[in-house]
């Protein structure tokens, strides 16, 4: 069968929902009560509170749908909701959440569509992962909604906007749910009910199957895209759409024949493999020639230290960015906060090797599983937004970052964990990469190697001079 797992959108798909001006000013007082227990008395009616939470909203609203960025229940209430009010920060954090959860819940009419528990065993019985991915500020309100109608048990993983960071359609928040399934992304499908959210971002992420749920809201907003793979009614039709998938004779037949008869997958090193930065380093060797600083770090040691501290996920890019400014010597606000700008502007300036988005169409053609294990202190949507822009972005069944995992290559368990997704084991994979530290992991755990642009002594099973030589390299699909 194609399909191993099946995601959920929460509001509109599992649950229906809606609004009125009047039962949000209901809900309102109770918004009123929470702040004045904190000790935030705003010296406004509840009507007055009504108006300039709606509007905060609104603004914060606005912006999420440029930026994709989700965040945090204090931040929208400090940045966005009371922005004009000098409120104490300490007491307003310690009741955000509670108070976006209140809006989450209170200012909707929400309820689980009728037929969402029959449908959910059914998957369940059919051996199938069911899995969910909510925009959502607060982080309560999808747990205790599952709870209330008692289907949390289904899901695994529940992957919230609130915890990840990241709203759809960012494609990054769609692998991220795979990863965490367990589940190639070609081989997963997502229901949802809106196309610039749902639709649009399981197809950036390379989902197999994309299927929008009638839901009968006015959101205003223009709602387009993507074309979904079915539009339906009813989550019946739903199990209908899974039923013949399993059904279906040819691609998945060969990919399993292809699984168990010689390589089926590459995985990919990222950075000088798949692009290259062209101008490296020249924007903030000129900034520093400017400042009067040395362009050569004097302290090596502090910066590799810096470097292992942001590609495991331990320090925030900024935090990374600044902290190498400060090693060149960089110190007033003004520069620093320029400097950040220029890191910014030479990370971003990529290239794509000749011949990358061809070939990997056509290893894609070929139905070989294609992943991506990528050591950088880079958020994952940040790469994905290169690849999408360079028409390649929906290829990847798998992107394994050590800035998530916390765990940097040659380690061993970063190789396992693209191995654990695909499904397959090591010596049905081959590693793409230029390092001899990690051609030689993933020779250790098992798998071929290709080295591509690589470093003198690098030793790998085969080595290429042009990216489209993947294609040539004697490493096959068997369907015998």
Not at 373 to 383: N, R, S, W
């Amino acid at each position: 069968m194609t399909i191993q797992a099946v995601f959920f959108d929460m509001g509109g798909t599992i649950e229906t929902y809606g609004y009125t001006r009047a039962l949000r000013l209901e809900a309102t007082p109770g918004l009123q009560q929470q702040l004045l227990a904190a000790g935030i008395d705003l010296q406004l009616d509840n009507e007055q509170l009504f108006e300039v939470i709606s509007a905060g909203l609104e603004r914060y609203h606005q912006w999420s749908l440029n930026n994709l960025d989700e965040l945090s229940p204090s931040q929208v209430w400090r940045e966005y909701i009371l922005s004009d009010y000098p409120v104490d920060q300490n007491q307003l954090a310690g009741i955000a959440e509670d108070l976006m959860l209140t809006i989450e819940t209170r200012f909707y009419q929400r309820a689980m569509r009728p037929e969402i528990p029959l449908v959910l065993e059914t998957i369940q019985k059919m051996g199938l992962k069911i899995g969910l991915i909510s925009n959502v500020c607060s982080r309560g309100q999808v747990p205790a909604s599952l709870e209330l109608y008692g289907i949390r048990h289904y899901f695994d993983p529940v992957v919230l906007s609130s915890e990840y960071g990241r709203r759809k359609p960012d494609p990054s928040i769609f692998h991220y749910a795979a990863r965490r399934a367990n589940v190639p992304t070609s081989e997963c499908l997502y229901v949802g009910d809106r196309i610039a959210r749902d639709i649009l971002g399981a197809r950036r992420a390379g989902y197999r199957l994309a299927i929008q749920i009638q839901h009968d809201f006015d959101h205003g907003e223009a709602d387009e895209g993507a074309a979904p793979d079915a539009v339906i009614a009813n989550m019946h039709e739903l199990v209908d759409i899974l039923r013949a998938e399993q059904g279906v004779p040819g691609t998945r037949e060969n990919a399993g024949k292809s699984r168990q008869n010689g390589v089926c997958a590459f995985l990919f090193d990222a950075g000088d493999i798949l692009y290259y930065r062209p101008q490296r380093d020249r924007k903030l060797k000129a900034f520093l020639k400017e400042l009067s600083l040395p362009v050569t770090g004097s302290r090596p040691a502090e910066m590799e230290a810096l470097r292992q501290h942001a590609y495991q996920g331990q320090i925030t890019r900024e935090q990374y960015c600044e902290a190498i400014l400060r090693l060149y010597g960089v110190t007033r606000p003004e520069h620093l906060l320029r400097g950040k700008q220029i890191l910014d502007e030479d990370t971003n300036n990529v290239k794509f090797f000749d011949g990358v988005r061809e070939t990997l169409l056509a290893l894609k053609e070929r139905e070989y599983l294609l992943g991506i294990i990528t050591d950088t202190a880079l958020p994952v949507h940040v790469k994905l937004g290169w690849f999408d822009h360079g028409g390649f972005g929906h290829v990847w069944d798998s992107i394994v970052s050590s800035k998530e995992l916390g765990i940097r290559k040659p380690a061993p368990q970063i190789y396992h964990a693209a191995l654990q997704q695909l499904g397959i084991p090591s010596e049905r994979a081959v590693f793409v990469g230029h390092k001899a530290s990690e051609l030689e992991g993933a020779r250790a755990v098992g798998m071929k190697t290709i080295a591509f642009n690589y470093d003198a002594g690098a030793k790998a099973d085969f080595y290429i001079d042009q990216f489209a030589d993947l294609l040539k390299v004697p490493i096959t699909i068997s369907t015998e």
